[in-house]
């Protein structure tokens, strides 16, 4: 069993940064692949990022390559995620996920076993 909550989101600038926490409760967060979704309303939820338990492999999604940057800490049960050079479009409810030793279905909602409550992120323009 694994609980998820997510924290740092916020009301930011265009072009601006925000840095979005999990937090993981359970003992064995360090066999879980750890992912990032978000939802805009009136969307599907849509992958943003994913690493693995190990944090040795790191996927993302197209639009936010070379901007966001996922990394965990399995030592305090830890996920982060760097949101640089935001834009509008970014806005969204933003989820962390976990998924118990599998990465296959990274991209893929249903390649996770917990979820968070999700985090508002909104990006002015």
């Known amino acids: 069993q694994v609980q998820l909550v997510e924290s740092g989101g916020g009301l930011v600038q265009a072009g601006g940064s925000l840095r979005l926490s999990c937090a993981a409760s359970g003992r064995t967060f360090s066999d879980y692949s750890m992912g990032w979704f978000r939802q805009a309303p009136g969307k599907e939820r849509e992958f943003v990022a994913a690493?693995?338990?190990?944090?040795?492999?790191?996927d993302y999604a197209d639009s936010v390559k070379g901007r966001f940057t996922i990394s965990r800490d399995n030592g305090k049960k830890i996920v982060a995620l760097q949101m640089n050079s935001l834009k509008p479009e970014d806005t969204a409810v933003y989820y962390c996920?976990?998924?118990?030793?599998?990465?296959?279905?990274?991209?893929?909602?249903?390649?996770?076993?917990?979820w968070g409550q999700g985090t508002q992120v909104t990006v002015s323009s």
């Open positions: 690493i693995t338990w190990s944090g040795g492999i790191a």
């Open positions: 996920a976990a998924g118990w030793r599998t990465y296959v279905r990274r991209s893929y909602p249903d390649g996770y076993n917990y």
